[in-house]
């Protein structure tokens, strides 16, 4: 099983920044892509950033140029810089990671439980 345990959200007047972390733990699981999704109240869950294992990045339109998605792959951790923050970023934020389990290879995917990123005018 893959355990993944998010933090650094809370709240932040607009034009601020805040910093998510996702350490994840497992045992036989090479992780491939890790992202952020969020997703804000009445609406559906979108992707915010994806890093590859290689550290190719993408950014939905919305925060392009404001978010920094990063990895530690040593640490089993990604992270999300966000800056210029602004109320519509309000939302609970999910990590993701996906990957192969064990000696099958069996491709899994995994969330957090999310972490609430308010954002006040």
């Known amino acids: 099983q893959v355990q993944l345990v998010e933090s650094g959200g809370g709240l932040v007047q607009a034009g601020g920044s805040l910093r998510l972390s996702c350490a994840a733990s497992?045992?036989?699981?090479?992780?491939?892509?890790m992202a952020w999704y969020r997703q804000a109240p009445g609406k559906q869950r979108v992707l915010v950033a994806v890093?590859?294992?290689?550290?190719?990045?993408n950014y939905g339109d919305s925060v392009q140029g404001r978010f920094t998605i990063s990895r530690d792959n040593t640490k089993n951790t990604v992270y999300l810089q966000m800056s210029s923050l602004k109320p519509e970023d309000t939302a609970v934020y999910y990590c993701?990671?996906?990957?192969?389990?064990?000696?099958?290879?069996?491709?899994?995917?995994?969330w957090g439980s999310g972490t609430q990123v308010t954002v006040s005018a």
């Open positions: 993701y990671v996906n990957g192969l389990w064990g000696i099958a290879r069996v491709p899994r995917n995994f």
């Open positions: 890093i590859s294992s290689g550290g190719t990045t």
């Open positions: 497992a045992s036989s699981f090479r992780f491939n892509t």
